[in-house]
């Protein structure tokens, strides 16, 4: 008793450090090695079967005193800790109300705000899944990540590591190597989990240690069909609407089944009914090294998995109608490929997509845009497009059945919520965002420029020339993406670099896959993003990586950049930590840790009952961790710089973080020369030769109101990064720019001495549009702080929003634009995003 009181106050102390800090603003600083604190929880769960339910207990009285001093940042934290506790707990004895008082606790989180909500609903539902069908959670997520499949589940889940070697360190290479290769063999992966189905029904009646042994000498054909077995009776009880019934049958079933798996009463020797900790094999995992701003990586994924569908069943008849008018389509907008470039649409090209019709797009509802009809349809339609937080958007065909196409079995149910009640709140964000409620009011387009984007004015409605405008909206979740059979797991290691290959691939990847899916038929696709400190060297011939206490100093090899910073940053990964207070503690606190710590190896463990364990680093177990419960994105918006370059040639560029010009991006390309930069030097702003510049942009306010300006400077550099970087700045203007200009005031020249610029001036602006020309001056543009992506001599700049390409609207309205005779109605324009998997969600 004096033992178990001991464990219980040590598990207590490890919790209370485990959700130290969470939501008082804390600085990474401070933070530092908060990750290590929910690895060492789980490291002392995982010595004793008992303690699981002791850490579920001690969850469950913490949720309760947040409920009474509503803290709301813990309660993400706590959802997520039952639900990964509850998926590694061996057994539940019959008479545990443990479950039930999980239910009661987390259902009076269910009238929270989001995302708090929807995390707990999250948790309520696989509650109620593990009372009909315990263990049915770590059954079905090792099947998944394995690759197991039955006649009625064909689920599956791939995970692909992506990394430059060049970014990381040597350390992580070597671990992310190892991680890719240790896997379960099928056959052990079937003796894993009917050891866990049956340890997680009955306890200890039956023993562990002997059914490894009969079910050792069995063939793998022979396991598949016990497995297959099993995995039925689990689904079937789950299905059940009675709990009791449901368990009942499931043991039941099992029962059935011993005499094929060969086991026998357990006699009650501590070698033979005692639990077992069966710990979670490792996911099927995949490692590329990737420095490109494409997907094409990819494919070869897609080839095996294609090579492992039989024949009989491939692709579905209407994915092949679908795919070949997706091609006729594609011709025919390859002829107006002058609106759409590079996976971005010209924001005067963005205002032309109305509502006037329902858009048929791609079978993937992952790269489809939401379309709405402003005059029949419902109200409720139009107030969902402010709904939830997400880059994912509904795909219309599978709501309203259009061209002949096959109505599928739920579409009664989905059609349905779209015509629920509205509440007070959601009406009024309808008539924010231009819903047929705001009909007396038509929004058109300010006289002053045609070359420059401009915003919306209303005034009341008078006969005027067809102008086609659109409102900005954030997209908003699908409800289809739980249809795709295989979810791909992407996860990039870098810095903001690398976040800004990943956007730049990602919106490639939309537009062609947009026009003819092929990644998306199959894949799911989810993006998860690990920071990397990059070494300020790394990025030449292989800098050194610091170790130890180093790591809580800047890594800097040699003398500091001219521009007071690393040479790639961290932005996006504090930027998602100050969305989601738990991916800072367990992924941002990865920069402050030591890496000879986090990387290193331990062997395996043996147990007493003679199974082997595989014990993985903290850098390979967080990793995994971020995989298995992120699953809630969050969007971090993408912008597009329309680029004229000498000659008149003009291409357009994707960044996610940061665009640098001038002389900040011509310093960049002088240290990605290597050891040949030292030839050239690199100097500071004062020794910079100025540029002279025109700068309009478009200044945002804090009440929201923006104002155009235009102004002549003589600058060294003008740098536009994302505004966001502080949590008072979380607002609806998150997408906004920070225009920094470094403007010469005086300059000294001399015969003598090189001339130099005596007095600078930085000016700091909030912006969401940017036209910088340089007129017969050309300049350097770099974006993402990524050395391959310094583009030259470049004459004229246009930065905006980056927003959804939606081409088969555009299309069919160009068609038709001599028919109208009446203005176009607003439609709305959505923006695009770069979705990363975070553990709650973007909070209020």
């Known amino acids: 008793m004096q033992h178990t009181t001991c464990t219980e106050d040590r598990i207590h102390h490890a919790l209370e450090r485990c959700l130290d800090g969470l939501g008082t603003g804390s600085s990474l600083s401070r933070s530092s090695g908060l990750c290590m604190n929910r690895w060492s929880l789980e490291e002392l769960v995982k010595r004793d079967p008992d303690n699981f339910l002791i850490l579920l207990h001690q969850i469950l009285r913490k949720a309760k005193e947040v409920q009474e001093t509503s803290e709301y940042e813990l309660v993400a934290p706590l959802a997520i800790m039952f639900s990964n506790t509850l998926l590694q707990t061996p057994y539940f004895p019959v008479d545990s109300q443990l479950l039930m008082e999980a239910y009661a606790v987390f259902h009076r989180f269910l009238t929270w705000p989001e995302p708090y909500c929807s995390v707990c609903r999250n948790l309520l539902s696989t509650l109620c899944q593990e009372m009909k069908a315990p263990g049915i959670s770590y059954h079905r997520l090792v099947r998944q990540e394995q690759g197991l499949v039955t006649p009625m589940q064909k689920s599956k889940t791939i995970t692909v590591l992506l990394m430059n070697p060049v970014d990381v360190p040597p350390q992580f290479l070597s671990v992310v190597e190892q991680l890719s290769q240790t896997h379960q063999s099928q056959k052990e992966a079937y003796i894993t989990l009917i050891k866990h189905a049956y340890q997680a029904a009955h306890g200890t009646k039956y023993s562990l240690p002997c059914m490894q042994k009969a079910l050792q000498d069995k063939s793998l054909e022979e396991l598949s069909q016990i497995f ?77 998995e294609l090579a492992q569908i039989p024949p009989e069943e491939g692709l579905d008849e209407d994915d092949d109608e679908e795919e070949e008018k997706g091609e006729q389509d ?5 002829e107006e490929d002058d609106v759409v470039t590079n996976g971005c649409v010209d924001h005067r090209a963005s205002t032309i997509s109305t509502m006037s019709t329902l858009s048929t797009v791609s079978k993937d509802s992952m790269f489809s845009t939401l379309s709405a009809v402003s005059n029949c349809s419902a109200p409720s339609v139009l107030s969902m497009v402010s709904g939830a937080d ?28 779209l015509f629920k009640p509205r509440s007070s709140h959601s009406l009024s964000r309808a008539k924010s965002l231009g819903s047929p409620e705001t009909k007396d009011f038509v929004v058109v387009r300010s006289k002053r420029s045609n070359s420059l984007p401009q915003h919306a004015q209303l005034r009341k409605p008078e006969r005027l020339p067809l102008k086609p405008v659109c409102f900005r909206r954030r997209p908003i979740l699908s409800c289809d993406e739980d249809s795709k059979s295989t979810t ?146 969050v969007l971090v918006q993408l912008y597009q710089a329309e680029l ?68 002549d400077k003589v600058c060294t550099s003008i740098n536009l990064t994302k505004a966001c970087k502080k949590p008072e700045e ?51 543009v770099c974006l993402d702080q990524d050395e391959k992506k310094i583009i030259q001599s470049v004459t004229r700049c246009e930065v905006s929003v980056c927003y959804k390409p939606d081409i088969m609207t555009d299309r069919r309205l160009r068609k038709s634009l001599s028919t109208y005779t009446e203005p176009l109605h607003p439609t709305f324009c959505s923006l695009l995003c770069l979705p990363i998997a975070t553990f709650s969600g973007a909070h209020p």
């Open 488 to 633: 791909l797991r992407v996860v990039v290691f870098g810095a903001d670099h690398a976040a800004g290959k990943v956007a730049r691939a990602y919106s490639s990847l939309r537009l062609r896959e947009s026009t003819s899916p092929h990644l998306t038929r199959v894949f799911k696709l989810q993006f998860f993003f690990i920071p990397v400190r990059r070494s300020s060297c790394s990025s030449n011939s292989g800098g050194s990586w610091k170790t130890s206490d180093s790591l809580l100093r800047d890594s800097v090899c040699g003398e500091q950049s001219s521009l007071g910073m690393e040479d790639s940053t961290n932005d996006i990964a504090r930027f998602i930590g100050m969305l989601d207070p738990w991916y800072e503690r367990n992924m941002l606190s990865l920069l402050s840790l030591p890496i000879d710590v986090l990387c290193q190896q331990t062997s395996k463990t043996e147990t007493d009952f003679g199974v082997c364990g595989e014990r993985l680093s903290i850098l390979a177990d967080l990793v995994l961790y971020y995989c298995r419960n992120a699953v809630r994105p």
């Open 730 to 780: 979380l607002d609806s203007k998150m997408e906004c720019l920070q225009l920094t200009m470094t403007e010469v005031l005086k300059r000294q020249n001399s015969r003598c001495k090189k001339a130099y610029n005596q007095q600078l001036s930085i000016t700091e602006v909030k912006v969401d549009k940017v036209q910088v020309s340089g007129g017969n001056t050309t300049f350097a």
């Open 390 to 417: 997400s880059d994912f958007c509904e795909d219309m065909e599978d709501i309203l059945p259009e061209r002949g196409t096959k109505t599928k079995p739920c579409l009664s149910q989905r059609f349905s919520m």
């Open 228 to 304: 297959t077995a099993v995995s039925e009776l689990m689904e079937s009880a789950a299905s059940m609407e009675d709990p009791e019934k449901a368990r009942a049958d499931l043991l039941q079933g099992l029962e059935g089944l011993k005499e094929r798996v060969g086991i026998h009463v357990s006699n009650g020797r501590r070698s033979e009914g005692q639990l077992q900790t069966l710990p979670l094999p490792i996911a099927r995992t995949y490692m590329y090294e990737w420095d490109k701003d494409n997907f094409d990586i990819l494919n070869q994924i897609l080839e095996d």
């Open 644 to 711: 004229t370059l000498v000659g008149g040639d003009k291409r357009t560029e994707v960044f996610i973080h940061s665009l640098e010009l001038g002389h900040a991006a011509g310093t960049r390309a002088i240290k990605a020369l290597g050891a040949a930069s030292k030839r050239f030097g690199i100097d500071g702003d004062r020794e910079a030769v100025p540029l002279t510049l025109e700068v309009v942009y478009n200044k945002v306010g804090v009440s929201g109101r923006s104002q155009w300006n235009r102004t």
């Open 330 to 334: 594609e011709e025919e907008i390859s």
